[in-house]
């Protein structure tokens, strides 16, 4: 095709416009990309900034690595302790003992009163009160948290047939070691923590976990194969 004057002027108007709309874009897009940078800096600097406000950590990276961290703690924790609970379940109901009302009754109002401290609700309100503000009756919360005080009881005598029986005790620092945690968790000094506690009832506590560890220490995750008896054995017992 010939190319005419006119042809020739648009050609080059149409490559010269073509080119300048290339410049604008190349233009426009490294002035985004220079202007996406700094932002992404500037979050950087704003979230790092965040990261010490509310941590003790430098940057926004360390702080969500040690909060990942903390959740995948936190999951196997659960899934430690349910386990350890199912244990503890099927090790109860292989249990036979007979459990005096007097003590469920000890067991509810102790749980009553855990959750009145949990909580945080008044100890000037009644037991009827503190019930009825759970949208409950006497018969009603025993009812319910029966089979729960029944569990928590048949575990503690568990626990202690099997210290008494193993004759656990704690190792030498062991308690000192749990005065401490305490204490670290509390932020107290120890010798505050000893005024506020029953050292009884703590050493007691810990000798029930080792006995509730060495459960979980000797459990199968199955019960036992029942071995097929040869033919011949079952042919004489039949004699």
Do not use: W
């Not at 099997?162 to 670290?184: C, R």
Request: zero cysteines; proline letters at 3%.
């Amino acid at each position: 095709m010939e190319t005419t004057p006119l042809r020739s002027k648009i050609l080059d108007t149409i490559i010269r416009k073509s080119t300048l709309k290339q410049r604008i874009f190349d233009n426009t897009f490294s002035a985004f990309n220079e202007l996406k940078e700094t932002l992404l800096e500037m979050a950087s600097e704003l979230d790092d900034e965040l990261a010490k406000d509310i941590s003790d950590y430098e940057t926004i990276a360390e702080y969500r690595d040690h909060v990942r961290e903390d959740l995948e703690k936190q999951f196997n924790e659960e899934q430690e302790s349910d386990y350890a609970t199912r244990l503890m379940k099927a090790a109860v109901d292989n249990m036979t003992v007979e459990i005096p009302e007097p003590m469920v009754l000890a067991k509810l109002d102790e749980q009553l009163r855990n959750y009145i401290s949990t909580m945080g609700v008044s100890p000037e309100l009644t037991r009827e009160q503190v019930l009825a503000s759970m949208g409950l009756d006497e018969k009603t919360f025993q009812e319910i948290m029966r089979p729960q005080a029944m569990f928590e009881i048949s575990t503690d005598l568990l626990l202690d047939a099997i210290v008494k029986a193993e004759n656990i005790e704690l190792d030498e620092g062991e308690l000192d070691e749990m005065y401490q945690k305490m204490a670290d968790e509390y932020k107290m000094e120890v010798d505050q923590i000893k005024q506020y506690v029953d050292e009884k009832i703590i050493v007691l506590d810990m000798k029930r976990r080792k006995a509730a560890q060495l459960i979980r220490d000797t459990a199968v995750d199955k019960e036992p194969e029942v071995k097929e008896e040869p033919a011949e054995a079952k042919e004489e017992a039949a004699e």
